[in-house]
């Protein structure tokens, strides 16, 4: 091709890339339904700037809790697909989608989904001094006296709410859940003050406190040992071998959101997750941060609803 033909087809391109490629001008609402300080809230502030830097549009957090992510997904769902609005959805998402009829919303229909950012396991967890000293010990003791032990939660319909009754389930043992909100502070005093026999807790809020002993880990509910804790035994090690609970957070929008702005923005996203800055923060909390595609989102909002779906009658009943 002659350099004037070049130079002339380059020049027809050129409008064309930078309008698939380019974002609002901002600023961008960043939506989740969590509290400040929470795992999404922190997550979403380490994100923040390295993707204002990378796309030099300007993000605003907005932290809309309440009611397990529906408040915020209510309204996320109702807003126009302009790529103004990025919506951090969780791993609670999928249970609620998969457990409550009377959503205003379907996850599936009115969100498009961009990239998974980050995949961490629970743990169960005792005070030091618990007659537990293993997670056998403690469904033993439940067996025995069946609705008598506890464990905690952050609530009703929460991942890590599902990860023990999805135990309980393939095991049929019987116990009492303590629903809690406002973080960890009112379940962990209960643990250490004897009220309360067991804790299910994220990665990222029980690392502090497993590191200065201030809590001990009976076993994590991924497949495999979290490197952070090479020691704690997994749930499939002894007693259910396919056992495997990892959630997730990641980044949608209001559905009919142009592909050209989702793949900008799944980009962004893929870039922001290799700064040292990031990467390093989020896995020193004990996050996986491998960056998802669109389509690979989707299918496992899918496959968690159809995990959960069973489990409905557990939340309808508390």
């Known amino acids: 091709m002659k350099r004037r ?48 830097e990378i796309t030099g549009v300007q993000i605003v957090i907005e932290p809309k809790p309440g009611a397990a992510e529906r408040l915020a997904a209510t309204q996320v769902a109702r807003l126009k697909p302009d790529g103004s609005t990025l919506y951090l ?68 319909g929460s991942t890590l709410h599902m990860a023990m009754e999805l135990l309980l389930s393939r095991l049929d043992i019987e116990m009492t859940h303590v629903p809690y909100k406002g973080g960890i502070g009112a379940p962990y005093n209960d643990l250490v003050g004897g009220r309360l026999d067991m804790q299910v807790i994220t990665f990222s809020n029980a690392q502090p406190l497993l590191k200065t002993a201030k809590l001990r880990a009976l076993a994590v509910t991924s497949k495999e040992r979290h490197p952070g804790f090479p ?4 749930v499939a090690e002894k007693l259910v071998p396919d056992y495997d609970v990892v959630s997730w957070l990641g980044f949608a929008a209001p559905a009919g ?17 290799t700064r040292p800055a990031v990467k390093d923060k989020l896995e020193e909390l004990g996050n996986d941060t491998r960056v998802s595609t669109p389509a690979e989102f989707r299918a496992r909002v899918e496959a968690d609803m159809g995990r959960w779906r069973p489990l409905a009658h557990v939340i309808n009943q508390s």
């Open 89 to 156: 959805m969780t791993g609670g998402q999928a249970v609620v989608s998969a457990t409550d009829k009377t959503l205003s919303y379907d996850v599936l229909k009115d969100f498009d989904f961009i990239a998974i950012v980050t995949r961490f396991p629970f743990v169960f967890t005792v005070a030091p001094e618990s007659r537990f000293k293993t997670l056998e010990a403690y469904l033993d003791a439940a067996r025995v006296e069946p609705g008598k032990i506890t464990y905690g939660t952050s609530g009703v």
């Open 257 to 273: 959101l142009s592909p050209a702005v989702r793949d900008r923005w799944n980009e962004a996203f893929r870039q922001a997750m």
């Open 231 to 234: 020691d704690v035994p997994t």
């Open 5 to 52: 033909h070049f130079l002339a087809a380059t020049a027809a391109l050129a409008p064309s890339l930078a309008r698939g490629q380019a974002l609002p001008a901002g600023p961008i609402r960043l939506i989740h339904g969590y509290d400040a300080g929470s795992n999404p809230d922190t997550i979403a502030r380490h994100l923040a700037p390295v993707l204002t």
